[in-house]
């Protein structure tokens, strides 16, 4: 083990149920093996199986849904093994389909949720309550590929000590600062990316080329983007039985990133679907779960997929009603000390923080069939309007909030210390707004490139905004909220001292040169 040999030629080693007197020790040796190697070894306990593994593939002795059938798998190997063969002959390269080709059989998880989609355009109002797709994020409309469905959820570990910002509440530093090592990362990103790396500018090169451009061309920029196909299919959120637990109905999740919920009814295959998907963060994989706003129907699904993950930050970018209309459900109580009950989880307020851009709500979450319980930290921000950007001239009140929503995270998985066994940074980090890609998408891109920035002293907007839309689609819904995301960046720049100043005149010229 401490060549790395063996282990790492392995993508994960998991030793579940390590006794006590295992871990302490192996915390130590792990400071001593190669970085490659503590990127591959984890000690779970065996509930965190499921966030390592799908439960579909864990056998059933482990608390998964499989049965195990050896020599059935070898004779599928061989098959697999004898086409792709055949192909390459043919083709001269091996398909990466070939194996499977079409749609799996899907794991009967939760129950079904009858709920009415609705839109978010204003067209809706027009439309009255037709089922038909809606496109309004300004995307190409939908299509599917034959691409075979793929589960990429799980956490790597990493044991090592956690640096936890103790500075007062208004300490804009965003990064943990550290040793950064890169976890797994979604098809199409390399290891080194994690979903925030890849080739990146100074904070200098980005004012440059901010200014070069405009915002007229930022926004061209955005629109050659958001002109591409998606990247997945839609299989799952387009089924009969799960398009009714869509708030929105052309606001799908794909189906290689999207979160599965764990099996309570094994005669629905459809009930493992909730509108959610991993997203990569800074060398993190599946550092987000993107989501949309929950609605009545879905409030038991949502605290089950919080406590399936082991979430301990919910960050919510909504407010519950906008412009007299609902864009999320209220599925949290709101006062101090209130207690409801969601199908098998209790969300019990504890106390409540209010700011003048956001509210803070301390919640305890427990699990009333299997026991237990959990602090959640849930931060709304409640001053950013609906396919737009917050105002106020200044993005401050927005990286403050973002400061508090990364010291939280610190601060819980801290006070978890051995009971959590994933990745440094913690679990997923639940964000939303109403469908989970406009204010979403923006604020993981800030805080992708904030914490790339601080650890690197580079950042890459354009090419973060690329990787989140590869696993949640059409996510940053509007070209202001792109050109928000540069302009907020350079502004954490500068407070972070590393530029001087971002002086931006003109910036806005073409856009009133065109209004004249």
């Known amino acids: 083990m401490l060549k790395g040999g063996y282990p790492a030629k392995l993508k994960k080693v998991l030793i579940v149920t390590a006794p006590l007197w295992f871990k302490a020790p192996f915390r130590i040796l792990r400071l001593f093996v190669r970085e490659k190697l503590r990127e591959r070894v984890h000690t779970v306990n065996a509930p965190q199986l499921g966030l390592h593994v799908p439960r579909s593939s864990l056998p059933k002795q482990l608390g998964g849904l499989h049965e195990p059938d050896h020599a059935a798998w070898l004779e599928h190997c061989k098959n697999c093994y004898t086409n792709n ?63 075979p469905l793929r589960h990429t959820h799980g956490y790597n570990g990493d044991m090592k000590s956690r640096h936890i910002n103790s500075g007062d509440e208004d300490d804009m530093d965003i990064s943990t600062r550290g040793t950064w090592s890169s976890g ?50 839609f299989h799952h959120a387009k089924l009969p039985s799960n398009l009714a637990k869509n708030r929105y109905t052309d606001v799908l999740c794909y189906d290689h990133s999207r979160v599965i919920l764990s099996q309570t009814d094994p005669d629905d295959p459809t009930t493992d679907y909730i509108n959610a ?73 504890q106390a409540v923080e209010h700011d003048e851009d956001y509210t803070v709500t301390h919640l305890l979450l427990s699990d009333l069939k299997r026991g237990g319980s959990r602090r959640i930290w849930h931060g709304q921000y409640t001053r950013w309007p609906d396919y737009g950007v917050p105002g106020g001239g200044s993005a401050q009140p927005v990286l403050r909030f973002l400061a508090r929503c990364r ?34 998408g923006t604020f993981l891109t800030l805080d992708i490139c904030a914490q790339r920035v601080s650890a690197e002293g580079a950042l890459d907007v354009r090419g973060t905004v690329e990787r989140i839309r ?47």
Not at 119 to 147: E, F, K, W
Not at 486 to 511: I, K, R, W
């Open 184 to 233: 797994e990362v979604s098809p199409g990103l390399s290891d080194e990316e994690g979903g925030g790396g890849g080739a990146g500018e100074t904070p200098q090169a980005l004012l440059q080329r901010v200014r070069a451009l405009g915002r007229r061309g930022l926004a061209a920029e955005y629109d050659e983007i958001r002109s591409r196909p998606p990247v997945g299919t």
């Open 85 to 147: 063969l055949q192909n390459a002959k043919l083709d001269g390269v091996i398909d990466e389909y070939v194996i499977s080709n079409h749609i799996p059989p899907i794991n009967a998880q939760n129950g079904i949720i009858e709920h009415e989609g609705d839109m978010t355009s204003d067209r809706a109002t027009r439309l009255g309550d037709s089922n038909t797709d809606m496109h309004i994020s300004g995307d190409p409309p939908y299509t599917c590929d034959p691409s």
């Open 277 to 349: 998907n991993y997203v990569d963060g800074y060398k993190q994989k599946n550092a987000y779960i993107c989501t949309q706003g929950p609605l009545p129907k879905t409030f038991s699904d949502f605290w089950r997929m919080v406590w399936e993950q082991g979430t301990l930050v919910i960050v919510m970018t909504t407010r519950a009603v906008e412009r007299g209309r609902v864009k999320c459900g209220q599925y949290w109580p709101l006062a101090d000390g209130q207690h409801v009950v969601y199908g098998d989880f209790a969300v019990t307020t």
């Open 470 to 516: 590869a696993q949640r689609a059409h996510s940053i819904q509007m070209p202001d909220q792109y050109v928000f995301c540069h302009l907020a960046l350079l502004e954490y720049a500068v407070m972070q001292g590393y530029l001087d100043s971002a002086d931006l005149t003109g910036f806005d010229e073409d856009n009133e040169e065109e209004s004249e």
């Open 407 to 440: 010291r939280a995270q610190a601060l819980a998985l801290h006070d978890l210390d051995l009971a959590w066994a994933g990745h440094k940074q913690g679990p997923p980090i639940v964000v939303h707004c109403s469908a989970g890609i406009g204010r979403t």
